[in-house]
């Protein structure tokens, strides 16, 4: 195995486009040391992406925000202005693992790693999120749920690194939230997992919404079904039942240790309604 | 074999040099390397906290740092906690109040105690036992634990 | 006299105190050393291939391309561990359980091992051998394992305890019973009978310190082991009888240990790296995964019980079963029949039955976990309490204390009680605050009850005094969680002595006469005896000495508060000694001084205890938090306050983890899934309140200062007392443990159809 670790994201390109086995991309390394150390992978090479400066910081941007695919999750908990913008973007950030991971992971590498568990993906997923992806043939666009297409698996195509995530100015009367369900209170991967952003229009009415579940199937789900379903009301109970029951309707999760698929399809309802009602609680309705 | 990679880095305040193989973590570096054997490999995939060391003051899992990226960074373990011949605070509340029994996860408890109490000196329990999460303890049930860093966190704010 | 074990209400000066452990500066700094932290010159790195399969015929197993790699010292298989047992199954098991003999037993079971320069040469050797397996059916599940056309997991195998003598296989190994008086006469005096079945899943000990040793062994027989276990001597005579070497050329080092839990009892790695290194000739340095400690080591029994309780209208028990089905992994062992003796250990009843069997099942052998086989049973009897009060519509902790066992109970699992702490901690519960706060919505409260045998057993201890009156404390049973600081507390009341004058060390096996495994909770109570009486020896050669000094007779010689006293009026001018000022003389005296005991400590106390708690549960997700919990338990007399709570609590985290959320989970392909610690949850500090803990004193007559051990007990009533609680806030029954949220809404949508 070589490492390297390039000063720029054009080195790191060409390094990853140039590597003749599997090359990994290395930003927290939480879940790709895991697999190294367990032998699940084998790398030709790993380039450790933490020593290029555009990867590496948060900004404000004309659109929006920008947050650098190297930047530790721990930091967009410690930027105020991002906090405010986007607090479910960011709680869902701060989810992952401990503080120890938190120093480390970062919501790139979360969506790279292509868990349809992963708890930042839901929650950029409602936000809008977009990647700003660099490769050997130059600079692309993707919105966040087209960069994973399966279970590990991903639309990036060979020496491609996600630079930054961006992030869209928050509408006027908008508001985002993230749940997921974990058995403990911490350490534990999502079992089901609910992102919405909603936007209100005159009188608390909803104007529009995104929801996305993560956990319920071989990537995360946005559910336009379960949006529909909330716009137009105010959130009334039965909005959220409707809500609840498009969520259900969207899952297509499995059975394994650490749910069952009706546990999962049932607390995704759940969760999303819950989520629904943060959500809307923070866009002033 | 791979070749080796030579670091410079800085550790518990003192310069360090070293080759490590691009696959060696920072702890197996810290422990097989170096002989700083104070963080302790429980689990290997970042789920026990027991290898927790601070890199440029951020509290990580050592387990899940390659020994490459320390270079140019400054590490800290629980062997730079005590200075000049004088236990940190809490250091002394962990022996004070029972907060140990086996002592294997200790160290990684109190750098992250140390690292909670860095950006929070007034933390209360539930701020305590969050950021105390990612370090698993199987003999105390946390209780002494959390009285511990409490002591501590008031003790460090009586000497400032 | 010396070594007289009657308990005798002295009052004490330093015992009950709560002073700084001996090892804490070396434990906060990170000097302490663990089984992974020792190194040796030229130490190889050991690391074990292991079967994938649940159960499969090894027919071949191919090293040579893995010999070949430059860098690998040696590589073992079966072939280099002959069968040196002679016939004793039980040492075969152990034997076979380290390195598997031409069949794989479960997922994880060893078949070859390499030594080699480096970790990284090592992992590439382990894939280079080639293992031809032919893969059998299998069976993971107890019940399962006990149906006529299971597969045989132990051809050998036929069940005793049953007649006549039955000439199949089966996976039973054993039946047990227990019991006294007559069930059907008993349940036809029952108004009112609940008959309930319950499972629980297997769990692991799940302490954070891998299992890891540093083997060496020379060409001359010689060798030394550094291992973190609970008992090296055992250790030592149990690799010296697999290996073939003499016991007393085999110097084993208990290092600091990482928690145990009964889980570091027995060997697993320790023979296999002291074979590489006698292999390679060089030190072997061999430490498992957390991947591998899950799959191959410790994990307690799941099971599947049956209880049937019968009382009177007022609440008088009159008859009492439980049928207890434990699986014991791939090898036989007792944890069915200690489930059957435990199960209504609590209780005074007239008529009792309770049935083990012990099951084998291609899941790793089972080690003991903290009060073995106790808490399962305990869940059944305790839940099917709280079923039978809710029938006799009293409360549950009242039915409890009208059934408690006292001093003077036939016991169901045979002896007769001395004075014992049931009906007292049931007592401090039903008064305790906690009963009465009040309770919000979605919240239930719950209790139960625990026993524990505890254990004695051989123990060795010296003590050392040294020219400045400082004492070296030597004793042989690990400190798993501060007795070091117990048996210097007693020495010190012994000697008359400030406990800071007395320095306790674990001796390596070279140093001191055998001692048993730290197991049972006998750890304070026997070494405390020998430490007692070894102190009370070296008070002789004291007053032996100080006669000397005064040239009186050693009659006229009492020991009082740490000094010598002439007794007599004749030697009324004579000044008192004090301890240091006869160790100072005692070059000239007769040479040092010491004192030394060797016992089989009997009499260890039997222990209880009662517990609340309160759960809130989340109807919606099925998701609990445990809002309050307090353990009552009987310690005897607690030595060092400190410790016997941190052991009630970290038992009652123990169980509280056990009853939520852990728990080993097996594919339909017999292959654990989640060996490791994100998705075998044990509770993380933020899943906990504080946990209050009330210690009770009644004296175990057997020991001088009435000492009971208190490691285990308090985690065997958190099961049972969870899931009471649960039932209280969800309104359902909950019978399979753990109570982890899919199960818990199920329940609760189950309930509401």
Known sequence: MRYEAPKTIKEAAGLLAKAKGSAFVLAGGSDLLVRLKSGMIEPELVVDVKRIPSMQTVSKTASGFRIGGAVPCAALGENEALKKAWPGVVEAANLIGSDQIQSRCTIVGNLCNASPAADSVPAMVAAGAKAAVVGPKGKRTIAVEDVVTGPGKTSLKKGEVIEAVTLPKPAPKSGDAYLRFIPRTEMDIAVVSAGVCLTLGPKGVVKKARVALGAVGPTVVLVPAAAKAIVGTKLDDAALAKMAAACEAACKPIDDKRGTIEFRTEVAGVLARRAAGIAYQRAGG | ?160 | MATDTTFTNQEFKIVGTRPPRPDGVDKVTGRARYGADASAAGQLVGLVLRSPHAHAKIKKIDTSKAEKLKGVKAIITSADLPDLTKGDRGMFDMLENCMARGRALYDGHAVAAVAAIDAETARQALKLIKVDYEVLPHVTDVDEAMTPNAPIVQPHVRTTGIEPKPTKASNVSQKSEFGHGDIEAGFKQADVIVERSYKTEQTHQGYIEPHACLASVGPDGQGELWVTTQGHFTFRNVCAALLGMDIAKLKVTSSEIGGGFGGKTHVWVEPVALALSRKANRPVKLVMTRDEVFRATGPTCSTSIDVKIGATKDGRITAATATLRYQDGAFPSIWGMLGAMTSFACYDLANVKSIGYDVLVNRPKVAAYRAPSAPMAAFAVESTMDLLAAELKMDPIDLRIKNAAKEGTRASYGPTYGPIGIGPTLLAAKNHPHMKAPLGKNQGRGMACGFWFNFGGQTCTDLNIGVDGTVSLTVGTVDVGGSRASLSLMAAEELGIPYDRVKCTIADTASLGHNDTTEGSRGTFSSGMATIFAARNAIQVLKARAAKMWDIDVADVDWKDGRAVALRAEHGNLNELTLSEIAAKSPQTGGPIAGHNETVADGAGVSFATHICDIEVDPETGKTKVLRYTVIQDAGKAIHPDYVEGQFQGAAAQGIGWALNEEYVYGKDGRLQNAGFLDYRIPVCSDLPFIDTQILEIPNPGHPYGVRGVGETSIVPPLAAIANALSNAAGVRMTHIPMSPPRVLKAIKNGRH
Do not use: W
Not at chain 2, 26 to 44: F, H, I, P, Q, S
Not at chain 2, 134 to 160: F, H
């Open chain 2, 1 to 160: 074999m791979s070749e080796g990679i030579h670091v410079a880095t800085t550790i518990n305040g003192d310069a360090v040099e070293y080759v490590c193989s691009p696959r060696e973590t920072l702890l197996d570096v810290l422990r097989n390397r170096l002989g700083l054997t104070g963080a302790k490999e429980g689990c290997g995939t970042g789920d026990c906290g027991a290898c927790s060391v601070t890199v440029d003051g951020r509290l990580v899992c050592s387990c899940l740092v390659l020994g490459a990226e320390a270079e140019g960074r400054e590490v800290t373990t629980v062997e730079g906690l005590s200075t000049g011949g004088k236990l940190h605070p809490l250091q002394s509340k962990f022996i004070e109040h029972a907060a140990l029994q086996c002592g294997i996860c200790t160290p990684g408890f109190l750098v992250a105690a140390k690292a909670l109490l860095d950006r929070n000196p007034d933390p209360n329990e539930e701020q305590i036992r969050y950021a105390l999460a990612g370090n698993l303890c199987r003999c105390t049930g946390y209780d002494k634990i959390v009285r511990a860093v409490s002591a501590a966190a008031k003790e460090i704010r009586k000497q400032r």
